[in-house]
């Protein structure tokens, strides 16, 4: 593999390249550094609405050419929105590059037709229908708000009903005007193509890039309240129970000691494994690290029966109190060790190493290859998960439970 290339384009759009001559596909995507966490609370939805219209057809290409030359790559083509990033990303065969980019790139260039997002509201309700039928969706949504309140990051990524029907093709407009500019998009590509090649495309198609806007404040984050909210659901047999406490930001030097303690109280084979599943109190339990600009979370939760439910939670609680007896030296290693290997896993196809470069570029500027994303996990020790713990109190719980159980708890 040879090394990552990062070209600064003329318009303000960033390129990296990573060429592999021993890939047997190429993978490309374009992130934009944009997500819900900067809309505002009327205007919920709109980064995921943008998203499904992307999909709809530029000026030049109608939605059903777009999507048949996206299929006839015959590789992965989709795309995402979370809080802080919208992604398309497609794979094909090296020979296909040169289509591959010239797709992705008519993809980033939507008409926004009126008619379009009269139809894709009706299938973007469909969608929040169908999650607030599943217990996890919802407790996720009910989660972030409670431990956000009203900070932007408190919003659903999809909306709600009132928001998304509320977006007018002029809105979104202005969104896609503002946030997609060239100092916000990065182009990434990786697996096996000519790098000369590219940038010479590049250099020429992607030059004139609307500017757009800079970047968003980062508001001040709220504190986050130490309560348990219950809420009643006769309709559900079992219950669910999910919680959140602080964590540490997408740039913090420890972000990866933080995932290693996650992983010692809730991975696979983690404490509350032990201490919920195998005991037979719960039939799932659970703790990971989330992280984004200026603030992060520690979330998690259970499944179990309703007569159970106060004994699994007090457990759950005194596994979090007590994390400090799990950092051991032997604990750390083999928790830094699986996520070095599974950082290795997803670097081995072009697609999951796109992912990987183009999400740590977009997070936090910096350009890193396999070997250093790994040895980042590799080199964290017992005091820094130490430090961890002790900067993030995993004793101060936002709880939200889900269920046929009664309205205190």
């Known amino acids: 593999m040879s090394e990552t290339q990062r070209h600064n384009l003329p318009g303000g759009l960033t390129l990296l390249l990573e060429p592999d001559p021993e890939a047997q596909t190429v993978a490309a995507g374009y ?8 809309e505002e609370a009327a205007e919920q939805g709109a980064s995921h609405f943008l998203e499904h219209l992307m999909f709809k057809g530029s000026e030049a290409v109608g939605a059903a050419e777009l999507n048949e030359r996206l299929d006839e790559l015959g590789g992965h083509a989709n795309a995402f929105t ?16 040169g289509e591959l980019l010239a797709i992705l790139t008519e993809l980033m260039r939507p008409a926004l037709r009126p008619a379009d997002v009269d139809t894709e509201r009706g299938v973007i309700l469909e969608e929040i229908a169908m999650y607030a039928d599943q217990p996890a969706a919802r407790l996720a949504d ?9 900070h932007p990051l408190g919003g659903s990524i999809l909306g709600t009903p009132e928001t998304v029907g509320a977006l007018t093709p002029a809105v979104l407009t202005r969104h896609h005007r503002e946030r997609y500019g060239a100092g916000r998009v990065t182009l990434a590509v990786t697996g096996q193509f000519d790098a000369a090649a590219v940038l010479a495309w590049a250099q020429g198609a992607l030059a004139a890039w609307p500017a757009g806007q800079p970047d968003a404040t980062v508001l001040p984050l709220p504190a986050w309240p130490e309560h348990t909210r219950v809420l009643h659901d006769p309709d559900l047999a079992r219950v669910h129970v999910v919680a959140a406490c ?7 030097p420890l972000r990866e000691a933080a995932q290693v303690l996650a992983d010692l109280i809730g991975g696979e084979n983690g404490a509350l494994y032990w201490a919920l599943v ?33 004994g699994a ?10 994390a400090g007896t799990l950092i051991t030296p032997q604990a750390v290693q083999r928790a830094a060790r699986k996520l070095a290997v599974g950082t290795l ?23 890193l290859d396999t070997a250093e994303l790994v ?10 998960v130490q430090e961890v713990l002790r900067l993030c109190p995993l004793d101060r719980l936002t709880v939200v439970v889900l269920g046929p159980v009664g309205e205190e708890k």
């Open 246 to 252: 602080p964590g540490l930001a997408t740039t913090h």
């Open 313 to 322: 939670l007090a457990t759950f609680r005194d596994v979090l109190q007590n």
């Open 31 to 38: 992130f934009v550094r944009t997500g819900s966490r900067e």
């Open 375 to 384: 040895g980042r996990y590799e080199r964290v020790t017992v005091p820094d």
């Open 345 to 367: 896993l997803r670097a081995e196809t072009p697609q999951g190493r796109l992912f990987a470069l183009g999400m740590e570029y977009l997070a936090t500027e910096r350009v």
């Open 82 to 97: 979370s809080e802080e990033a919208t992604v398309y990303h497609a794979a094909t065969l090296p020979e296909q590059v």
């Open 278 to 310: 195998d005991t037979g109190l719960c039939d799932s339990a659970d703790l990971g690290h989330l992280d984004y600009q200026g603030a992060g979370t520690f979330e998690g939760g259970l499944t179990c029966d309703p007569e159970r439910l106060d």
């Open 142 to 150: 009910e989660l972030r708000a409670d431990y956000w309140g009203a």
